[in-house]
């Protein structure tokens, strides 16, 4: 007797053996940093990874120093006639890496709402890992099936393909 999930015969079992790999097929692995993102399509975890989509974000590599003027603004209290300076809220060198991680947060919700894939992996070091949670909506993560909390931008599809097996 076979053993299928399906029990009650064999066209059920290849139904459902077909939907999954048709859902493997919409698997997406996204692999980002705060100055580059690259979007790959996953068949299955043995076939190698098909890269989509390289997203640059170059302001993400300047220095602070470089994406901020030298001197903060000026303001003036809101009673009486002092003047002080304006700290930023957001360390500048921070505001990009937000800027980005809400650029691929819209890549990835105009990809879900047009049904380009049915689950989505997200790969990309802590703080930035964290950054794509917030600009994410509800629904794409829910499609969500997997975090890795590592920077592998740099690396190899073949060394994504295997961080993406471990437990």
């Known amino acids: ?29 996204v692999v980002a940093e705060s100055s580059r993102a690259k979007i790959y399509a996953m068949n299955s975890p043995r076939v190698p990874l098909v890269e989509l989509e390289d997203l640059v974000h170059p302001e993400g590599r300047l220095h ?65 890992l964290g950054l794509l949670r917030k600009n994410l909506s509800g629904l794409t993560m829910r499609r969500v099936t997997k975090e890795i909390a590592k920077n592998l931008v740099r690396a190899d599809e073949a060394a994504i393909r295997n961080h993406l097996t471990e437990r």
């Open 1 to 29: 007797m076979r053993s299928f999930a399906y029990r009650c015969c064999w066209q059920c079992a290849y139904t459902l053996a077909w939907r999954m790999a048709l859902a493997m097929l919409k698997t997406w692995v």
């Open 64 to 128: 602070g120093r470089n994406l901020t003027s030298s001197r903060p603004g000026r303001a003036f209290d809101s009673a009486g006639e002092g003047r002080h300076a304006m700290e930023a809220n957001v360390d500048p060198k921070q505001q990009e890496a937000i800027n980005f991680a809400k650029r691929i947060g819209e890549r990835l919700e105009g990809a879900r709402t047009q049904g380009d894939f049915e689950r989505l992996i997200l790969v990309a070091p802590p703080a930035f």
